[in-house]
């Protein structure tokens, strides 16, 4: 089947540790995205990338890093100057143009110690 | 910049009921508009979109028109279900920063029966 993977489910991190969320797709789609959920939010943009080796900010990106070394592989790194990393992570994928449709990952959520 | 403002929740309804969460918009550009559904624990899964004034975006008996002259895009159906307990996300994308998603805060809507 075709979708997106993101591994693992839960992750829990520790005061001054790094950790690293997977997301994998199989859609053939260029272009990836974090985004972060809080409790009763929307989603906000952390990262995105159109192309391999290519990636921009978005409106919340201190505290995380990513790469994009392969077009299936979009890993995100949740660094230990991210002060308050509790929350619910998404990653999406899309082809490029104008109103294309971005599809969603199940989540990780991320739970400090 | 460009934002998303949906109706707050959560909405409870009984069965059957009609169903209306507003949406409105505010953007520079020609944007696209969708409806994402999210169920607990889970992650976005699309419902609807319109890449263009006055189109109609429908499916599973969920309807919402893009209104340019309102900067709406109200999500509707006629008759919910008890599986259509779930949050409920408006958004629009943004062409000119990588098809980024921004998303309204969601509605909750809980069905009873």
């Known amino acids: 089947d075709g979708g997106i993977t993101q591994s693992p489910k839960y992750l829990f991190r520790k005061e001054g540790q790094n950790v690293t969320l997977s997301c994998e797709q199989n859609?053939?789609?260029?272009?990836m995205y974090w985004y972060r959920q809080d409790p009763g939010q929307g989603l906000r943009l952390i990262y995105y990338s159109q192309i391999v080796n290519d990636f921009q900010k978005g409106d919340i990106a201190e505290g995380y890093s990513v790469s994009r070394e392969k077009k299936e592989s979009f890993p995100l790194t949740v660094t230990s100057a991210q002060k308050n990393p509790t929350a619910f992570y998404l990653c999406?994928?899309?082809?490029?143009?104008?109103?294309?449709?971005?599809?969603f990952g199940p989540g990780t959520r991320l739970l400090v110690l | 910049g460009d934002s998303v403002t949906q109706m707050e929740g959560p909405v409870t309804l009984s069965e059957e009921a009609f169903l209306t969460i507003n949406c409105t918009y505010t953007?520079?550009?020609?944007?696209?508009l969708f409806w994402y559904v999210q169920y607990p624990g889970e992650g976005l899964q699309l419902l609807l979109k319109a890449t263009k004034a006055d189109d109609k975006g429908s499916n599973k008996g969920f309807e919402a028109t893009y209104r340019k002259e309102t900067t709406s895009f109200h999500l509707e159906k006629g008759s919910v279900q008890v599986s259509d307990s779930a949050v409920y996300f408006c958004a629009l994308s943004d062409d000119n920063q990588g098809g980024k998603l921004i998303f309204g805060q969601g509605t909750e809507l809980s069905v009873k029966p």
């Open positions: 953007a520079t550009g020609y944007p696209s």
């Open positions: 999406a994928s899309s082809i490029t143009g104008q109103g294309a449709t971005q599809y």
């Open positions: 859609l053939n789609h260029d272009a």
